[in-house]
């Protein structure tokens, strides 16, 4: 589905990401882990292509394509999909017009899925304006259950939330990521950014990343991370040499 | 209608001018200086030539020219000293409700100087909605229209005043209005430009001398390449209770927009705000000049304004739900001038939106 080879990432001409490979297979769902500042927030808007973050050298290539220099749209449309962190609020677009205008679904289906997702009283809503935590992720979900991405990204979808939003948040993820499919029919795979691991009692991810100032430093089982994680802090990982 | 060629029929039409009268219950045009159409078919609301209306009712003395003064500067002193004078006079009388819209259409053909002078009044618990619609043939490559209009809400009535302009590069435009809101009474102003014009300059005032008397002036303005739009709007809060928004969207693709907003408090508890947001589209000027001025403890003002570019985040935000930059640009822009009016009725609003979107597609 997505791999990633090589890939070196400047922002305001520094490099901060050295030297990624990565490699998600069709089905399957990432974890990837690290400090604040590491980079991870910044491959996935470099997987996206926003402005900004420039591939300096290496490959993206998505379903057999070489999306390495593809402006954003395009992504979006060839099936990536992401979870903002921090969506922008843009005054006067109403989350529903967004969605109609990105989608080829009627207003009552639109309508259906926001009800999924205790959304149907913000269609009429400026996007992002005024939400809670839990209301931004709500409608990043929603977004998301349009726009059918078979490949989604997820940066940190349990910050902010609590315990109650988390609960529909984490089991819409795993719908998203087809987690009901059984496994050998499972098409739609997924990369998430996680602080807490909390994201994990709702679905299983394959495998675990741990990325330290750029570069992606092991891999593993994702269980297994986290809990080295939790119990030694990253420091473990800044010493240990498998790359 | 049937002189009037299929562009200029056009350009009437984006005014918001229905010539076949649908959603509309009655029709005033003035083409220069000569009034063809007053028709108004409903209850309690008289649509009157001024001259016809100052003939037929002696107390129409007490508005001519009381809102506006007559020596204000040099526009009104024009409109003062004209022999014939030319303009529209709607009377709801009390306790007359129309819900659809009431239509003025001024157009400028073949004068040079269209001399206008309106005076709309609504006498207690009346409601009534006006859509002016000013225009200039699309042969006309210069010219002026000066504009007095006179605006008096009584005690619990409801005026609704939406003007639309569609100018053409070479026009210069001076309205000077004015309104007296008393108690209980709601105002509201919206006004639309989203054309080319040489020059338009305004600054509308509402004094709001009853109890609870709200006044709410709405601007959704594009200055075009050589277009300066000089634009404010003032609300004096001169009775307890009263409260005021003066809102603004302005853009502009390289032309000038000076937006001035002005309230003063002068009576307990008041409340007003100011709030201007600007969109530079391509190199172009725009200037907010947000005053607020309170005289007494009870008022409360604030203003916030805003002037910038469209964020690029926000069009990448959207450009990974898989709009192009184009299609991203539109959206936000569309959103941007989505100014909700409470208390519109669905016909203006659509009207205003037709408005917005026939300019969207030439950004």
Known sequence: MLDISDLHVSVDSTEVLHDINLRIGQGETHVLMGPNGSGKSTLLKAIMGFGGYKITAGSIVFKGKDITHLPIHERANLGIGMMFQHPPAISGLKLGKLLVATSRMSEDTIK??????????????????????GEIKRSEVLQLKVQQPDFVMLDEPESGVDLENMNLIGKEIAKLLEKDVHIINR???????????YILDYLEADQGHVMIDGQIRCHGNPREILRVVKEKGYGECLRCKQI | MEHLSPEDRERLALTGLEVGMQNRCGSFFQIDQKVVQTTCGAEGIEMLPIKTALEKYNWMEDYYWNAVPRDKDKYTKYVAKQKDPQGLVVIAHPGAKVAMPLQACLFLREEPVQHVHNI??????SEI?????????????????IGVTEIYVGKGAKVTSTMIHNWNPGINVFPRSATIVEEDGIFLSNYICMQPVNQVNMYPTARLLGKNAVARFSS???????????????????????????????????????????????????RGHIECRGLILKDGTIHAIPEIEGTVTGTELSHEAAVGKIARHEIEYLMARGLSEDEATATI?????????????AVLQEQIDAAIDKAESGF
């Open chain 2, 220 to 270: 959704i303005v594009v200055a075009t390449p050589g277009s300066l739009l000089d634009l404010g709007s003032r609300t004096i809060l001169a009775a307890e209770h009263t409260s005021t928004e003066l809102i603004t969207r302005a853009i502009t693709t390289g032309g000038t927009v000076i937006s001035r907003g002005h309230i003063l408090g002068e009576r307990e508890n008041t």
């Open chain 1, 112 to 133: 259906a899925l926001a009800q999924s997702v205790n959304m149907e009283q913000f269609l009429d809503r400026d996007i992002n304006v005024g939400f809670s935590g």
């Open chain 2, 333 to 345: 822009i569309r959103g941007f001038l989505d100014v909700k009016i409470s208390g519109l009725p």
């Open chain 2, 120 to 125: 709309f009044i609504a006498r207690e618990e």
């Open chain 1, 187 to 197: 098409r739609k795979s997924g990369l998430i950014i996680t602080h807490t691991g």
């Open chain 2, 129 to 145: 909605h006006i859509i002016s619609g000013c225009a200039s043939s699309w042969l006309k490559e210069r010219g002026a229209h």
